[in-house]
């Protein structure tokens, strides 16, 4: 796969209240924000800017309290006409929340032209809503504010952006965005060598043979091959049941690398979405669908579901829970990669990283549950959580998001009184 020529701020994907940290890994963030926050969201929806979402919200507005002013109030907050029209509802409804947060996560709350983390963000109509009443995907797109001054500029000193030229621009950086998480665990698999304490070699191996991966061109092909490890075509043949984990003999490390080359040459084929700060029932609501492969590290608590503690069938149920989201899979302890893996990785409460493929989401008592297959698990991974669910309050620059946030159902109305559109 073509590395990504992307310059090293494209890499933090969030913009409000992020500093910047250097050699900065894709996929990976320098501190989590409050892109997902209700308030936030709600006033995103109505055309406000990120940055500027968060300054109203830490001085106590909410739409809400936002629709109970006057105009000459609202202006005077610094909002601009259309999006003062937006909020008493006389301009363009809110952008439904299913389209913004995809739109928004596409991008990495990132402005598409200049791929800048550190400035606020409009999620900005390609074509404007006044001609085609269209807040679908395609035709919404995240902008800087200076880009989107751009948009609506004409001029004859630089480049204008048309319509033709930013459809370029958001294409261009959501596929490279689709890429990062995936090249951000390649990353760390190849910095931490040991790392993978489970791998499901069922579903790994069905999973290459779909993405066309060339089992001879891998590294440990023929080492693995000429030890009886895998047959010709490279896959696998069967192992010594008669011991607690798949890897308990003299070929085990072969084994492991072997396995290890499929799985990075599957990885580079996909996409994955690293989910890890993003646990939260709204979001994962709007952005996931069964074949998702998703990524989720943190603590996870696994359970015996049978006294089974030799060959196949050792079936154990995997979960991570925070934030009202629980994600949850079953797996073999058998196919453990070592000793320490089945003892300690696979069992009982551990900080691992997860790689899933999503089957079915559930919203149930307030809760969501994503129950998925997972692919592979590894411990010694860093970046990729760095949220505190449990603690609080957070950091300075982290923000709780409660189940119930005083305001913001009024985002979810549709409104087809509107007249104009940013």
């Not at 109203?56 to 000459?72: D, F, I, S, W």
């Not at 665990?185 to 790392?195: E, M, N, V």
């Not at 066309?212 to 696998?236: H, I, M, T």
């Amino acid at each position: 796969m073509k590395s990504l020529k992307l310059k090293p701020d494209a890499f933090l994907i969030r913009n409000s209240r992020v500093s910047r940290i250097d050699r900065q890994q894709p996929g990976m963030r320098a501190e989590p924000d409050s892109g997902t926050n209700r308030t936030d969201l709600a006033l995103i929806s109505l055309g406000v800017a990120t940055t500027k979402a968060l300054k109203l919200r830490e001085a106590g507005h909410t739409v809400t309290k936002l629709k109970q002013m006057t105009r000459a109030e609202l202006m005077k907050l610094g909002l601009n006409k259309l999006v003062v029209h937006n909020i008493l509802g006389s301009g363009r409804p809110p952008v439904p929340p299913k389209n913004l947060i995809e739109v928004l996560y596409a991008n990495r709350f990132t402005c598409c032209v200049c791929r800048k983390q550190k400035r606020g963000v409009i999620v900005h109509h390609i074509r404007k809503w006044s001609e085609t009443r269209d807040h679908g995907m395609d035709n919404l797109s995240v902008l800087c504010t200076l880009d989107h001054a751009k948009v609506h500029t004409k001029s004859e000193l630089t480049q204008n952006i048309d319509e033709a030229a930013l459809r370029g621009f958001k294409q261009r950086w959501e596929s490279d965005i689709a890429q990062m998480d995936a090249e951000a665990i390649l990353d760390q698999s190849r910095q931490h060598h040991d790392a993978w304490v489970y791998f499901n070699h069922q579903r790994l191996f069905n999973l290459a043979v779909q993405n066309k991966v060339k089992f001879s061109d891998l590294d440990a092909f023929e080492v693995a091959k000429r030890q009886q490890l895998c047959d010709r075509n490279g896959f696998l043949v069967p192992r010594n049941l008669d011991t607690g984990w798949m890897y308990n003999d003299g070929y085990g490390p072969v084994l492991y690398a072997y396995v290890r080359d499929v799985l990075h040459a599957t990885l580079e084929k996909m996409t994955i979405a690293n989910i890890s700060d993003d646990l939260e029932r709204g979001v994962l609501s709007a952005l996931l669908k069964p074949g998702d492969f998703i990524l989720v590290q943190g603590l996870h608590s696994f359970a015996k579901q049978n006294s089974v503690d030799k060959g196949p069938g050792q079936t154990t149920d995997g979960i991570r829970k925070a934030n009202s989201v629980s994600v949850e899979f079953t797996l073999d302890r058998f196919e453990a990669t070592s000793s320490s893996a089945h003892g300690r990785w696979v069992s009982g409460t551990v900080d691992v990283s997860s790689v899933i493929r999503v089957g079915t989401t559930m919203s149930e008592g307030g809760k969501l549950r994503i129950q998925g297959t997972v692919l592979a698990i590894a411990m010694g991974f860093s970046g990729f959580k760095t949220r505190e669910y449990a603690s609080f309050p957070y950091r300075a620059g982290v923000y709780r998001v409660d189940d119930f946030d005083e305001d913001d159902d009024s985002w979810l109305d549709d409104d087809d009184d509107d007249d104009d559109e940013e």
